[in-house]
Each structure stands twice: as C-alpha cells, then as structure tokens.
C-alpha cells in the first residue's frame, strides 16, 4: 500500500454502503433528507449484500424530488443489474425479526 493510504478492513460477515450526495442535488437540507431516504432504502437491502462488500451510491439530482418509493425502485433495479436479489434476504430477515419477537413475547 502506497504511503499516506489507509484502509479499514470491512468486518467478515458485513457490507457497507456510502452515499454521494453532491450539492448539484440541492441545498444541505434537501441533500439530507436524498440520504435519509436511501439510507432507509439500503437498511431493508442490505442482508442480500455478498457479506465483505462495498457499496457506493451516487445521488444524481432528479433524486432530490424522488419519493422513497422511486428511490427504493431504482435501487432494487441496480442490485438486479448486478445479479443480486434484493428482495429474498430482506424477507427472510423480517421472518426472523417476527420468530424473534413472538419467541420474547411467550
């Protein structure tokens, strides 16, 4: 590794997504709602992710009058775009987050 270069191993087991959100999107406050939105977007996706990946999402400026709707449609198109089924491991993650709450509630 080059001098001044640093790197943070990615826990065995996890992905990480980060988000670009440039100023061509908006003001800071309409920046900030475009990444709380994909944010929540990612948070149901992100166990279909291979386990060690990196994800970067860029915000292009029509996201900034995107709903979460649009913006979890576009997301979902790119994951199937690289072969990933973003809807199979976030299913079976609310099963288990289900078996768990009524194992607590008995």
């Keep these: ?4 270069q640093r790197s943070t191993p990615t ?3 996890s ?4 988000f670009v959100v440039s100023k061509a999107v908006g003001d800071a406050v309409v920046r900030h709602r475009v990444s709380r ?3 929540h977007v ?5 166990a279909a992710l291979p386990p060690g990946t990196d994800v970067v999402v860029r915000a292009l400026p029509p996201a900034a009058e995107s709903t979460s709707e649009q913006l979890a449609a576009d997301v979902d198109r790119a994951l199937r775009r690289l072969g990933i089924d ?3 491991d976030a299913q079976a993650g609310r099963r288990a987050e ?3 709450q ?3 509630g008995m």
Excluded: H, I, W
Aim: glycine share 14%.
């Design 1 to 4: 590794m080059a001098e001044g």
């Design 86 to 88: 973003p809807t199979a």
């Design 42 to 46: 990612f948070r149901a996706r992100l």
């Design 98 to 100: 289900n078996d768990q």
């Design 11 to 13: 826990r065995a087991g």
């Design 37 to 39: 939105r994909l944010r």
């Design 102 to 104: 009524q194992a607590g």
């Design 15 to 18: 992905a990480r997504v980060g």
